[in-house]
């Protein structure tokens, strides 16, 4: 079954509510803070993060809080932060996936049948 549209967040999306989750940010502030943060391996350039920005918007994930000039400032809002915060339990949850042995998920694990689906006969 597809994901619905932001319930996964690509790295950028994730990383750009997180520089919003430090405070009110511009979109030049947002990108230095990406960089800064990843050391540059996470580079917003500036179609990608307006991109992104009027996804967010228009989700409820953030709000336009000033205008400047053709500057822009933008606070993240409550559902915004839920979502990083969703998204960043989803990202610790792999991180513990991937770094339990195998064998502690594995020697408890039972064949499951789905709906509709023979059992499998038994590996001899």
């Known amino acids: 079954m597809p994901k619905k549209a932001m319930e996964i967040l690509t790295e950028s999306m994730f990383y750009t509510l997180m520089a919003l989750s430090r405070g009110p940010m511009c979109g030049i502030d947002i990108a230095a803070y990406c960089d800064g943060k990843t ?3 996470v580079l917003l350039g500036p179609a990608t993060l307006y991109t992104i920005l009027g996804k967010f918007e228009k989700e409820g994930f953030i709000e336009e809080t000033a205008v400047s000039g053709r ?3 933008y606070a993240i809002t409550r559902k915004g932060l839920d979502a990083y915060n ?3 339990a989803r ?3 792999c991180i513990a996936d991937a770094e ?3 064998d502690a998920y594995l020697a408890d694990a039972a064949p499951r049948q789905l709906p509709g689906q023979e059992m499998p006969a038994p590996c001899i």
């Open 100 to 102: 339990t042995p195998d």
């Open 71 to 73: 500057k822009r400032t």
């Open 39 to 41: 050391r540059g391996r």
């Open 91 to 93: 990202l610790k949850s």
């Open 86 to 88: 969703e998204e960043l």
